[in-house]
């Protein structure tokens, strides 16, 4: 493994320490966790104090590793990182990273602070100090990446530190090993999504992001293939919610769903029920009159509160969902999804070492790309960039429309050679297949069960925008 590090660069590449004695600007935190108007103090008196993250009382801890791919992120973001001695982490510019615990970054949910004063500006200079020619697929722990957990009951974020005055902290950063530590309410319950994202970059590969469960033990590493997993979940069932809250014709999307998506059928009559239900009242909200915008975002509110009250780890794969169920593996369908991605991206790391263009010159990109405008083509240059091209173009954008989904997953695994599980000899692609629909009953169940109140909040959502027209 390569030794790299990126630091930030501001006449000479330096760690700075959680506690830190500096002369700043103070940005306060906002008064709640569920707040994210930020509140600003004047000035700061020329006596320097110390900044220092406290955990909040009775604060139950989420902690992991944030691995990136280095080589993908030193090639394609190297106006905002730099890399300075080894170290085996990436660290990103302008976090203040500590070499125990998370450090410092949040006011307002989204601005970092550094320890030079104010948010990270342009006064701040970026650059590529090194190229440690770090090989492409080799995946590093990231340190300085801003972590972030969100209700996805609510979509607020959450207190996760308090700072050395007691307020409450929205924002940290992962530590100079690659590490996070993050503290949620002891009497927090449900799913929270676990945000990593590289500060001031709109890049999708560097939002990372996973949904779990805080009251559960374990570790809460997140990497590119527990990402892709967690916004297949997300994106793919917003499809499924915006499509039954706009429809026009429920009755068609009712026998669609029975029918083309073989719901069971100890689930048809709960399942039409559900979507009946969402529909009548999205129409008296008037949904299907509004604005794409606002469906869309109702959608993906709707998806959250569908994922808040469910522990997806412990959701197994069902084999009846298998044309071929002695081929299923006993195994947990986010597990297992998470396998088949992985040794993608492993694959797909040799063929690029091989030719860096081979992924692009595939007929299913190609393909894919004739449907596209210009600026929305798929570029594959990174071996993780395979995992979520079928995610986003088989399993989210082709996950409303009937057949093939399966043939074209097994497409893009043969032309890596991932067709077969080197290790149990299982079908990849009708493992990914059978893992989502085992996924997508056990959500639809919960929902139709009304599971922890998620179909009342999801009614009480629509209500909401019917009496205010905004979404809560």
């Not at 955990?55 to 394609?76: F, H, R, W």
């Not at 100090?129 to 300085?144: C, I, N, R, S, W």
């Not at 043939?407 to 989502?436: E, H, K, M, P």
Request: net charge negative; with cysteine; glycine share 10%.
């Amino acid at each position: 493994m390569p030794l790299l590090a990126l630091a930030l660069v501001a006449g000479a590449c330096q760690r700075t320490p959680v506690a830190t004695t500096t002369t700043r600007k103070v940005a306060a935190s906002p008064a709640s966790a569920g707040s994210t108007k930020p509140s600003t103090t004047p000035e700061a008196s020329a006596t320097p104090r110390k900044l220092v993250l406290v955990p909040p009382p009775d604060g139950v801890a989420l902690q992991g590793l944030v691995t990136v791919d280095a080589g993908y992120i030193l090639s394609n973001n190297s106006s905002s990182i730099v890399a300075n001695n080894s170290a085996g982490v990436l660290t990103l510019g302008g976090a203040i990273v500590s070499d125990h615990g998370s450090g410092i970054v949040g006011n307002n949910g989204g601005t970092l602070i550094s320890d030079h004063g104010g948010g990270l500006t342009g006064k701040v200079k970026w650059g590529l100090l090194a190229d440690p020619e770090t090989p492409l697929g080799t995946q590093l722990p990231v340190a300085g990446i801003a972590i972030q957990v969100v209700s996805m009951a609510d979509g607020q974020p959450l207190a996760i530190m308090r700072d050395d005055t007691g307020n409450p902290v929205l924002t940290v950063a992962s530590d100079a090993q690659g590490r996070y530590m993050a503290y949620v309410p002891k009497d927090f319950k449900g799913n929270v999504r676990v945000e990593a994202r590289v500060p001031g970059s709109n890049d999708p590969r560097l939002q990372l992001e996973r949904v779990t469960a805080p009251a559960l033990p374990g570790d809460r590493s997140i990497d590119e293939e527990t990402a892709q997993t967690s916004r297949y979940l997300r994106n793919a069932f917003t499809n499924h919610l915006r499509q039954w809250i706009t429809t026009t014709d429920i009755s068609a999307t009712v026998t669609f769903y029975a029918t083309t998506w073989k719901v069971p059928a100890f689930l048809r009559t709960q399942v039409s029920e559900l979507i009946q239900g969402l529909n009548d009242a999205a129409v008296a909200a008037g949904v299907p009159k509004a604005s794409q915008a606002d469906q869309a975002a109702l959608a993906k509110r709707l998806s959250d509160i569908m994922l808040s009250g469910i522990d997806l780890d412990a959701v197994q794969v069902d084999p009846s969902f298998s044309t071929k169920g002695s081929d299923t593996l006993a195994e947990g369908a986010v597990a297992g999804m998470r396998a088949v991605l992985i040794s993608v991206r492993e694959h797909a790391t040799t063929k690029l070492r091989e030719d860096p263009t081979f992924l692009d010159h595939q007929p299913y990109v190609i393909a894919a790309n004739a449907k596209l405008p210009p600026e929305q083509a798929y570029h594959l240059i990174a071996p993780g960039d395979l995992g979520n091209f079928i995610v986003e173009e088989f399993l989210v954008r082709g996950d409303a429309t009937p057949g093939g989904t399966l043939d074209q997953v097994r497409d893009v695994l043969a032309s890596v050679g991932a067709q077969t599980d080197a290790a149990t000899g299982a079908d990849q692609g009708r493992r990914v297949i059978t893992a989502t629909k085992s996924l997508g009953a056990r959500v639809g169940l919960a929902m139709a069960a009304d599971e922890d109140g998620v179909r009342t909040r999801a009614l009480a959502l629509l209500d909401a925008y019917a009496k205010t027209g905004k979404i809560p």
